[in-house]
């Protein structure tokens, strides 16, 4: 161990933003920004929230640490409300409850914090039901989240999703996405039970919609076949989204017979929208994007993920986040107040300055890296941060790599069109990288040539 070197890797990820995200409510009839509300205390990543009902807020309020913070009556009075979310600011991803207490100015609140030990999704009653990874995971590259319920009075903790009982490929079971019915009775739950497992799917993962009791015996059983991200209507009542074609949209069905077999589509065709929040039985709160965007567009604000309400009765679409933040992403959407306000997620800033693809020079004193479109390349050293290499852009270069000579000063780009088979691509030296003089060098003659690796002997 003594003779052990260490160094550093550069990488960067997708589906993650630069900027916190962090957890907003807007009412349902918005006139200005002020409307917003700010959900949390503001620190770290803060996602994925519901709103704690009145009577399992008043349960958490009994516990030793929570007891000096509000009582009964302040719940009572809409002094005091509460929301689970999940925050990073463990360096994890963890359950998080915020109280809010109402202040004079009803555009704010003054926010408290409290840590707890599990991810959950939904709160019901006496109990948490959350999905957790806490089980020793047994397949590599397959999920194992199970969803759990806690009682909130006795901590007492059981599974509810099923065990694997074998090796089988189709005995492995994995639950998503858990929603309590409004009874309290019932559990929806998005599972790859039938399909053995995950299959390497992205953003169209294949679930099917599972049902069962809160408490033994479950009698767990499918209701919807093709569906996620479940949401209770009513107890007979649920929403979904699927994918269809090119677009995503949500459905409803009525589970009152057991399996549904008719579904009804409740938003349009040629949009994608997700992630419902069930409001009543024929009304819901979805995120939408109406303009599917393609790399390097400048978006339009209909281009943008937005939250807004649907209606199976007839009644027109309202939009919620529109008015508010047109060019901001906002992501899964929650019922506040029995539908007076509805939470989201999103960034805090709209100005987001996004690096890909860095590079550190085989002496480790430079770092060069490409903006999110993909338009310019920069350096980061001793001297600053500067650009060195600009395009007429976006996507128009990409993939840089360093000569394994430091004493050459040599980046290597790809310039074209990216990922994208049938354009011409290059390959292009820049000289003097670090110097930014501007010009490059072409490599390669004809065709899609991409991602350049240089050799430790330097030929």
């Known amino acids: 161990m003594g003779d052990e070197k260490r160094g550093s890797i550069a990488f960067f990820s997708t589906y993650r933003p630069p900027l916190p995200l962090d957890i907003y409510s807007s009412p349902l009839l918005v006139t200005s920004r002020k409307d917003e509300l700010h959900m949390t205390d503001g620190l770290s990543y803060n996602y994925n929230a519901q709103i704690i009902p009145s009577n399992a807020l008043k349960k958490i309020l009994t516990r030793p640490k929570m007891a000096s913070e509000g009582n009964e009556a302040d719940v009572d009075s809409g002094r005091l409300s509460a929301m689970v979310f999940v925050s990073e600011r463990e360096n994890l991803e963890t359950l998080h409850i915020a109280l809010q207490f109402k202040n004079d100015d009803e555009n704010s609140l003054r926010v408290k914090v409290f840590s707890f030990s599990d991810v959950f999704d939904t709160f019901n009653g006496d109990y948490l039901v959350y999905v957790t990874t806490k089980d020793e995971l047994r397949d590599r590259r397959q999920p194992w989240t199970a969803v759990y319920k806690t009682n909130l009075k006795t901590s007492e903790t059981s599974r509810l999703t099923l065990k694997v009982i074998s090796n089988l490929k189709c005995d492995r079971v994995a639950d998503l996405s858990p929603a309590v019915s409004p009874s309290g009775k019932q559990i929806a739950v998005a599972s790859f039970q039938n399909y053995g497992g995950w299959d390497g799917e992205i953003e169209d993962l294949k679930t099917d919609i599972f049902v069962m009791k809160t408490d033994p015996p479950l009698g767990r059983k499918m209701v919807i076949r093709n569906g996620g991200w479940p949401s209770w209507g009513s107890d007979n009542v649920i929403f979904f989204h699927r994918k269809v074609g090119d677009f995503w949209g949500v459905f409803r069905a009525d589970i009152s017979k057991g399996r549904a077999t008719e579904f009804f589509r409740v938003t349009p065709d040629g949009m994608d929208a997700m992630t419902p929040a069930a409001i009543n039985a024929t009304t819901v709160a979805v995120a939408t994007i109406r303009q599917k965007s393609k790399f390097g567009d400048i978006r339009v604000e209909t281009q943008y993920r937005h939250i807004e309400i649907f209606d199976t009765t007839g009644q027109q679409p309202r939009q919620i986040t529109m008015n508010i933040r047109p060019k901001a992403d906002h992501f899964n959407p929650f019922v506040i107040d029995g539908g007076k306000r509805i939470g989201y997620h999103r960034c805090k800033s709209e100005m987001l300055k996004v690096r890909v693809f860095p590079t550190f020079s085989p002496d480790g004193s ?12 920069w350096v980061a050293d001793n001297k600053g941060l500067r650009i060195v290499q600009k395009t007429r852009g976006p996507d128009s270069i990409f993939a840089p790599v360093w000569n394994q000579n430091p004493e050459k000063d040599v980046l290597y780009v790809c310039m074209g069109p990216s990922f994208n088979a049938t ?10 990288a670090s110097r930014g003089r501007g010009h490059h060098k072409i490599l390669t003659a004809v065709s899609n040539n991409a991602f350049p690796s240089t050799s430790p002997d330097d030929y």
């Open 366 to 377: 430079k770092l060069a890296f490409v903006d999110n479109e993909f338009k310019n390349v």
């Open 423 to 432: 354009e011409k691509l290059d390959i292009c030296a820049i000289p003097e």
